[in-house]
């Protein structure tokens, strides 16, 4: 059904559409009314939940095309990644060694040292770190800081989340004064 249809059956309908407003309506930038939803599912043969449920249904296929992707893209980037330093590696077995100690090319080396693996590990942990920031500040963990000393010393450990109390109470009442001095 064209917009310009619908608008018609809508307007028999007694509700006051015309093919712009279909179309404002079906980009998002016109609400809908309860009533209007009502006789725009039963133009459409549909009712309001299974085009909702349409919706959502959409809107998770999208979810999954873009996670599918990000996946591919993950993959490509870490082979090229891999295929970098592999490159890198030969260049530097190409030089003789006295350049390899100057510069620029110094640092390189480290380049070598840094596997996918460990950049893997470097974003969970960032992750992590970021998780009990966040957990902290929104309360989860009961502590309110606003700095990012604790979350160090959570990282530090072999099992962040396993703070025990006294930790947690050193870290409740530094900050009171952390807060009260600052």
């Given amino acids: 059904m064209s917009q310009s249809e619908l608008a018609r059956v809508l307007r028999d309908a007694g509700h006051p559409f015309h093919q712009q407003t279909v179309q404002r309506v079906e980009i998002g930038d016109r609400p809908v009314r309860l009533q209007e ?3 725009i599912a039963d133009a459409l043969g549909s ?25 591919g893209n993950l993959l490509e980037a870490m082979e090229r990644y891999q295929w970098t330093r592999e490159t890198l590696a030969v260049e530097m077995s190409a030089l003789p060694k006295h350049e390899t100690r100057n510069g620029h090319i110094a640092g390189a080396e480290s380049w070598l040292r840094v596997a996918v693996e460990d950049v893997a590990r470097e974003w969970r942990m960032n992750r992590t770190a970021a998780q009990i920031r966040d957990d902290a500040l929104y309360g989860d963990l009961g502590v309110a800081v606003d700095d990012d000393r604790w979350a160090q010393m959570l990282l530090d450990s072999d099992r962040p989340h396993d703070i025990n ?13 952390h807060q009260a001095t600052s």
Wanted: without cysteine; aromatic residues 2%.
């Fill in 37 to 39: 939803a009502f006789a």
């Fill in 47 to 71: 009712t309001p939940e299974q085009m909702v449920r349409s919706v959502r249904e959409n809107t998770a296929e999208q979810a999954i095309r873009e996670a599918h992707e990000a996946h």
């Fill in 165 to 177: 109390e006294a930790e947690l109470r050193h870290l409740q009442a530094s900050d009171g004064k």
